[in-house]
């Protein structure tokens, strides 16, 4: 007797029969991005519209759906990301993009029903009263919104996810030898730790670079990043960064033979230099060339239509600099140091 199984439940890689639903710890982590992403997304445009109609205009209700601008910009960018991520992995399912397609439509539908038409969040007794005298018109205009997005971001989620698992899983999981995903996959394996730090920075900075160029109402989420972002961020990479056997100066040639260096730990100390310069010429771009009119006690450089004014550049980028350093060698030390003693305990004991 032969068993059969449906070619869409067979890992192609290693031939074993997988589930087409199921539920794992990768799908945790990428549901939970989401979320986060989506509360992001709902909490900022709360705090970055502004309420510019008349006193009155705020208890009236929306005659139709209010589309954001997420809502066809960033949130289909995080959920194509994620569904990729998932789809190139050998843990991921089709519950992924199923789950994450729902995650749009009751995000920005939640917030339509809490929004007034200027994009300003009521508050609960506003809502309260609003939902016994004329709920059932917004819910009726969210749902058919919430219907629209449910087919749109499904299509996103399900083509990302396909290119993911017949596409880049076979390209990098099980590329052909000598191939050039093969190399890059080699180079990542060889240092993981590395790999996703500077992932992680430049997903970051690229972020911050296109609200530098969006400008607008972005800006104000540009000088978030700015304070409440990078500092952090940049604490827990470089930690991370430190876990890594190069900043302590140890180098494999084999799996049994270790080598010291400390050329390798110095070069390995840079990362949260060079993270936090980066920083600064993002500050210096996001401050210093948007000057319409050079001010009356500045130093200025004009260039094109635009003023450079360095005496309050020297200030607030010598601030943000001395921030975002700090940040990271404390992170970095605060790996590094316990490491180092550990080390030395064990070798004092040999």
């Not at 009155?56 to 209010?66: Q, V």
């Not at 397609?101 to 969040?121: A, D, E, K, S």
Request: overall charge positive; aromatic content about 12%; charged content about 10%.
């Amino acid at each position: 007797m032969t068993s059969t199984t449906r070619p869409s439940q067979v890992n192609g890689d290693n031939g074993r029969s997988l589930p087409l639903f199921t539920w794992n710890r990768a799908h945790w982590i990428g549901t939970i991005t989401l979320a986060v992403l989506m509360l992001v997304l709902g909490l900022g445009t709360g705090a970055f519209m502004p309420l510019t109609g008349g006193p009155d205009d705020k208890f009236t209700t929306p005659t139709d759906f209010i589309w954001l601008y997420s809502m066809v910009t960033f949130w289909p960018i995080g959920l194509a990301a994620a569904n990729l991520a998932l789809g190139a992995t050998h843990s991921g399912s089709l519950s992924f993009p199923l789950v994450s397609t729902m995650i749009g439509p009751l995000g920005f539908g939640w917030c339509n029903i809490r929004f007034t038409p200027w994009h300003v969040y009521r508050d609960w007794g506003e809502w309260l009263n609003l939902m016994r005298s004329n709920g059932l018109p917004l819910i009726g205009n969210t749902l058919v919104a919430c219907a629209l997005q449910v087919l749109l971001y499904g299509a996103i989620a399900f083509a990302c996810y396909a290119i993911g698992r017949y596409g880049l899983r076979r390209l990098f999981l099980a590329p052909q030898p000598g191939s050039v995903s093969s190399r890059m996959v080699a180079w990542v394996q060889r240092d993981t730790l590395r790999f996703g730090c500077w992932l992680t920075m430049t997903i970051m900075y690229g972020l911050m670079l296109v609200l530098n160029l969006l400008r607008g109402e972005f800006i104000m989420a540009l000088a978030l990043m700015f304070n409440f972002v990078v500092p952090p961020v940049m604490l827990v990479t470089c930690g991370l960064y430190a876990l890594r056997p190069a900043a302590l100066g140890e180098q494999s040639l084999n799996a049994s033979t270790t080598t010291m260096s400390i050329g390798l730990a110095l070069r390995s100390a840079l990362f949260p230099l060079v993270s936090a310069l980066i920083g600064v010429v993002q500050t210096f771009a996001a401050i210093g060339l948007y000057l319409d009119e050079c001010p009356s006690n500045g130093i200025c450089t004009q260039v094109g239509s635009w003023f450079i004014d360095w005496s309050s550049l020297v200030d607030e980028v010598r601030w943000f600099g001395v921030v975002f350093l700090v940040a990271g060698y404390l992170g970095y030390l605060a790996v590094l140091l316990p490491r180092l003693l550990i080390r030395a305990v064990r070798n004092r004991r040999r």
